[in-house]
C-alpha cells in the first residue's frame, strides 16, 4: 500500500537517538537548547526568541496565553485542525468562527477585521502562505503547522504576527519524533513568559504551570531533521511539479511572491470520493483534506470552506515515493476526474 504520508527517517536520527540513550539523559537539556538554538539560527532570530515545546498543539495554547487571550475574541478558519479550537476553549477565550477565502484554503482576513476580534490565528495551509494585513487592530498568531520553511519575498514566514508556531507532529514537513512544537517570535518578553510556563517544577513561587517540556530525545532527531528540510521542501516540490504535468487541478497561490512548500497537493475535482476509492483499489491512500464533519462549527454559512471540503483530495507527496509512483497516481487521477 503507498501511504498517504509518512514520516522520512534515516540514519542521521537514529545516530542522533542513539547518541542521546547512549548519555542517559534523555529529558529536557542541552539538546532542546541547541534545537532552540538551531531554529533561531534557523528564522534569523537572535538566540533565546524560541521555545521548542511537548507539541504543535501546546505551542498554540501557549502563544494564545503569552498574548493573555483568555477571554478575548479570537479568530479562527473553520477549514483547519481542531487544535485551533482547542486552544481556544482551554485557555477560556471567545470563539469566533471565519471562512476561507474564495478560491484558498486560507483564512479570508477581510471577514476577520469586520467581526471584532482581539486575537488573529492563522495558519498557511497546505503550505501556502497565508495573506496577512500589514496593519491590524489585532493581534496575530502565524501557525506554521503545515508550511514550515515557506517564504514570501523570499523571507521565511512566522514572524509576520506577534508570535509564531510550528509543529513537528510524524507527517509534518519535519518531525521531532512523533510529536513536538514551537514558539517563535521577534518580542523576547513572548518566549521568556512561554518558557516561564514550561519550567513547571521546583520553583519558588507558587504560580500554576503545566509541563509542556520537549525531551533531549526529541530534540536531537528535531535537529537531524532540520538540517534534512532543504531537501524535504525540494523533494516534495519536485513530486508537486511531476503532477502538474499531468494538468491536474492543483491548489495553489496565486501571488507569485509567495514561495510555497508543498505538505499537500490537492486536486480540486467535482468527484474525491471516487478518486478515493479508485486509488485504494490500485492499494494506494489519498484522503479528503478536510471533511465537513471536520469544521469547527457545524452550521452551513461557510460557503468557501464547504466547497472544499466537497470538492478536494489530497495526493500522496512524502519523501518515501518514487518517481515512477508518482507518475502512476497522477495517472489514475487523471483518468477519473471530474469537472
Not at 524560541?50 to 496565553?65: D, E, M, P, Q, T
Not at 489519498?286 to 469544521?295: F, G, M, V
Amino acid at each position: 500500500m503507498i501511504l498517504h504520508n509518512k514520516p522520512f527517517l534515516g540514519s542521521e536520527e537514529k545516530e542522533a537517538a542513539f547518541k542521546v540513550l547512549s548519555s542517559q539523559w534523555v529529558s529536557q537539556g542541552e539538546e532542546v537548547l541547541k534545537f532552540e538554538n538551531d531554529l533561531c539560527n534557523f528564522f534569523g532570530l537572535p538566540e533565546g526568541h524560541v521555545v521548542v515545546v511537548s507539541s504543535g498543539s501546546s505551542a498554540l495554547f501557549l502563544a494564545l496565553s503569552a498574548l493573555k487571550g483568555k477571554g478575548k475574541r479570537v479568530g479562527f478558519p473553520v477549514y483547519s485542525c481542531a487544535a485551533l479550537r482547542n486552544a481556544v476553549g482551554m485557555l477560556g477565550s471567545e470563539e469566533v468562527f471565519l471562512d476561507c477565502a474564495k478560491d484558498s484554503p486560507n483564512i479570508n482576513f477581510n471577514e476577520a477585521e469586520k467581526k471584532g476580534i482581539d486575537i488573529l490565528m492563522a495558519p498557511s495551509m497546505f503550505g501556502i502562505p497565508v495573506e496577512l494585513p500589514t496593519k491590524s487592530d489585532y493581534q496575530i498568531i502565524e501557525d506554521l503547522a503545515q508550511a514550515m520553511g515557506a517564504k514570501v519575498d523570499n523571507e521565511r514566514i512566522g514572524l509576520r504576527g506577534d508570535i509564531g508556531i510550528c509543529s513537528f507532529y510524524a507527517t509534518k514537513m519535519m518531525t521531532s519524533g512523533g510529536q513536538g512544537g514551537a514558539v517563535i517570535s521577534k518580542e523576547r518578553k513572548y518566549i521568556d513568559n512561554i518558557r516561564d510556563y514550561r519550567e513547571f517544577d521546583c520553583r519558588d513561587d507558587s504560580l500554576l504551570r503545566f509541563n509542556f517540556q520537549m525531551t533531549d530525545l526529541q530534540a536531537a532527531i528535531g535537529r537531524a531533521q532540520l538540517k534534512k528540510l532543504p531537501f524535504f521542501i525540494e523533494q516534495r516540490e519536485k513530486w508537486f511539479k511531476i503532477y502538474k504535468e499531468f494538468n491536474l487541478q492543483l491548489i495553489e497561490s496565486k501571488n507569485k511572491n509567495f514561495t510555497p512548500v508543498r505538505y499537500r497537493v490537492v486536486h480540486k475535482c467535482g468527484n474525491p470520493y471516487e478518486i478515493i476509492e479508485t486509488l485504494k483499489k490500485n492499494n494506494i491512500k489519498a484522503i479528503i483534506p478536510i471533511e465537513e464533519r471536520e469544521l469547527l462549527d457545524k452550521s452551513k454559512k461557510y460557503s468557501s470552506a464547504l466547497e472544499l471540503a466537497h470538492s478536494t483530495v489530497s495526493l500522496p507527496a512524502h519523501l518515501a515515493l518514487t518517481e515512477n509512483q508518482i507518475r502512476e497516481i497522477a495517472n489514475i487521477v487523471k483518468s477519473v476526474s471530474k469537472n
